[in-house]
């Protein structure tokens, strides 16, 4: 049988730990809220990233239209 000295000690340590256990699951919590923000960021911005690849792609496809447009012009004058 514990003496009431032990008891009382086992008592103590044991809510501390449950209070540590209980401090890292909020910041485990709280990392994992930030990784998931940095991911959907990240998402995010390669999903811009591709859309003015494919703008600048569009556009050095239309540059020569126009200038093949102008050069036509310019004959037909």
Do not use: H, Y
């Amino acid at each position: 049988m514990l003496t009431w000295g032990k008891e009382e000690r086992l008592r103590l340590d044991k809510e501390k730990t449950e209070k540590m256990l209980e401090n890292r699951g909020l910041m485990l919590e709280m990392k994992a809220k930030e990784i998931n923000q940095k991911f959907e960021t990240q998402k995010s911005l390669q999903t811009e990233a591709d859309l003015l690849f494919k703008f600048k792609s569009l556009c050095n496809r239309i540059r020569p239209l126009r200038e093949n447009e102008q050069n036509f012009k310019q004959k037909n004058k």
